[in-house]
């Protein structure tokens, strides 16, 4: 079934670095996609969401991209900082009114000091 | 504006029994959705409700249900829980139902089946 996955289950950067997380949605009807970051003990906290009608959307240092021709979605952090270590999500919502957000499987992203 | 509250914060319960688990959405806050994150399975959407009415459903079986209040308060309950039902549940609230209607979501309550 249609399923939204991440290419990589761990990523570690080191401190001060740009870090990229991507995802791929193989949903063709997702209009809107939402990238959580959930911390230990925490629920899934909103980052940032973008639009199918856009291909960029930058927030605090954090910058998303989708490329719908090959249905991929990245969020770059910027100058990341101790507190970026977390599990990060992709997620997607179809327009059809259904309210059900498709969640990918993950990242976990370390800084190393 | 606090943010969305669930109680218990933990559960232990046994094989058989049922629990009843609460969200308070943010104030204001009208859509309250229901998810179950496994190491597993991920999150997986449970249900849905807007102004007291499940709007939608996930994949999950008939023991699973909710009920939204007037002050859009929500609760699920599982009933005849099973071993497999070890989760974290959350609850995350919007102001509308609509595409762009960002989830916020609570701290979850992690029940344990013994």
């Known amino acids: 079934g249609e399923s939204v996955g991440l290419h990589l289950p761990t990523l570690s950067v080191q401190e001060g670095d740009n870090s990229i997380i991507n995802c791929a949605y193989s949903?063709?009807?997702?209009?809107?996609f939402i990238w959580y970051k959930q911390e230990s003990g925490k629920g899934p906290q909103f980052i940032i969401d973008i639009r199918s009608n856009m291909d960029k959307r930058q927030g605090q240092r954090v910058t998303v991209l989708l490329n719908k021709t090959v249905k991929h979605l990245s969020l770059q952090i910027a100058a990341t900082q101790p507190g970026d270590s977390a599990v990060y999500f992709c997620?997607?919502?179809?327009?059809?009114?259904?309210?059900?957000?498709?969640f990918g499987t993950g990242t976990r992203l370390t800084i190393i000091p | 504006k606090a943010g969305v509250t669930q109680t218990p914060r933990y559960l232990i319960k046994t094989r058989g029994q049922q629990v009843t688990l609460s969200c308070s959405p943010i104030?204001?806050?009208?859509?309250v959705s229901w998810y179950q994150q496994t190491p597993g399975q991920g999150l997986q959407f449970l249900f849905e409700y807007f102004s007291e009415t499940q709007r939608n459903k996930g994949n999950f079986p008939g023991r699973f249900s909710g009920r939204q209040f007037s002050n859009s308060r929500s609760e699920m309950n599982v009933s005849t829980l099973e071993l497999g039902d070890s989760a974290l549940y959350l609850c995350?609230?919007?102001?509308?139902?609509?595409?762009?209607?960002?989830?916020?979501f609570g701290s979850g309550t992690q029940l344990s089946v013994l």
């Open positions: 104030s204001g806050h009208r859509s």
């Open positions: 949903n063709s009807a997702s209009d809107y």
């Open positions: 997620a997607e919502k179809a327009n059809f009114g259904n309210e059900k957000l498709t």
């Open positions: 995350a609230s919007s102001l509308y139902r609509g595409l762009n209607e960002k989830l916020f």
